[in-house]
């Protein structure tokens, strides 16, 4: 599950300010670019509509070098704008009843958040389990993998998402383990259900799943102290070819930022290997939304940005945390419910999103969720 990220000011004086979310939230000052595209400055000035009587005189034109981020952001610009009118487009996502929480037995442990309801911060240490620790890591990961299959096997007309919701609740229950997002800040459910243009944090409820709807289904186990966290898109019925490559895509992107990692290797080249990727096959990244270091905590530091950014740090050996990017068609500027929660593209374009908990080891990353 993700943390959020948050620009509170386009002011480069603009404070950092960290809160955590299920994917945890994020505003960094030196975002302040966004919004500004860069311009090449011309010593020449054109008047319409008026003959020009003045001697012919050599033009000095001059420009200025724009780099590879700026220019990103200017084609991202492009592409929302050519886009919007142009992408199919499922009716729009409408709340459904959203039921009682679920009952999980007394005896099956919780993680330190549930009883206090409030939402934690962000821990700042990194989740380095060791060697016992790893091992007890792998069975939240494996359990975490298993139920995200049998999640998508529900996936079909008709089901609703609070179906799929108490189907997940009693496969993790029954494992001895408990759904972590169940209290975490208040949220109701026990698993995210995200459908169409749904970024992420759906909360399940009575709406019908229709033939051709994509939903992102994020599952978190806590299981003997440890969380293991993963999610996947699937496909409703039939679905629109346009929407199956966005899923494609979003699924090479998280493979490509799985396989820069590594003991040593800086965090940003994740955001770089995944926005290279996205922008080539015409999609844009979602930058509100990062992955988290997990393990006994749900969130905490490394925070995982999937853009571009010069974020400083270095991977290191025996470390987990999480990847999970969100691509869009359309824009990735964002509406919330009232809810506080689920989280809608502005446009109304789909979304979708991937997750895996990564292992680093010496030469490479081991992917945990996996069965």
Not at 120 to 126: M, V
Not at 307 to 320: A, C, K, L, S
Request: aromatic share 8%; hydrophobic share 35%; proline share 6%.
């Amino acid at each position: 599950m993700a943390s959020t990220v948050f620009l509170s000011s386009f002011s480069p004086s603009s404070s950092l300010q960290l809160r955590s979310s299920f994917n945890g939230e994020y505003v960094s000052s030196s975002r302040s670019f966004i919004g500004a595209a860069p311009f090449a400055s011309s010593s020449l000035s054109l008047l319409s509509g008026q003959k020009n009587s003045y001697p012919q005189r050599k033009l000095h034109v001059s420009a200025k070098k724009v780099s590879g981020l700026e220019e990103a952001i200017r084609i991202r610009r492009m592409r929302e704008l050519e886009k919007t009118s142009k992408v199919r487009r499922n009716p729009p996502l409408r709340r459904g009843r959203v039921s009682p929480r679920l009952l999980v037995p007394d005896h099956i442990p919780r993680p330190p958040y549930v009883e206090s309801g409030v939402l934690p911060d962000i821990s700042p240490e990194f989740q380095i389990p060791g060697p016992e620790g790893i091992v007890k890591m792998r069975a939240a990961c494996e359990l975490a993998a298993r139920v995200l299959n049998f999640a998508g096997t529900l996936v079909k007309p008709s089901v609703t998402t609070n179906e799929i919701d108490k189907a997940v609740h009693d496969m993790i229950v029954e494992a001895g383990a408990y759904p972590s997002p169940l209290g975490y800040g208040g949220f109701p459910k026990s698993v995210c259900t995200s459908v169409n243009e749904c970024m992420c944090h759906g909360i399940p409820d009575s709406r019908q799943l229709q033939s051709g709807d994509i939903i992102n289904i994020d599952v978190t186990v806590y299981l003997d102290g440890y969380h293991g966290d993963t999610s996947r898109t699937f496909f409703c019925g039939e679905v629109d070819e346009g929407f199956k490559r966005l899923v494609k895509v979003t699924e090479e992107c998280l493979e490509r930022g799985i396989a820069v990692c590594k003991d040593g290797a800086s965090f940003k080249k994740i955001g770089k290997r995944i926005s290279e990727h996205a922008e080539k096959n015409g999609y844009n990244v979602v930058e509100r939304f990062v992955g988290h270091g997990v393990g006994p905590v749900f969130h905490s530091e490394p925070l995982i940005y999937h853009y571009r950014n010069d974020g400083p740090g270095q991977m290191v050996e025996g470390q987990t945390f999480t990847i999970e990017p969100i691509l869009t068609i359309g824009t990735t500027e964002c509406v919330t419910w009232p809810d506080n929660w689920t989280t809608l593209t502005a446009d109304g374009g789909v979304a979708a999103q991937c997750e895996h908990t990564i292992l680093i080891t010496r030469t490479g990353a081991e992917i945990l969720t996996k069965c």
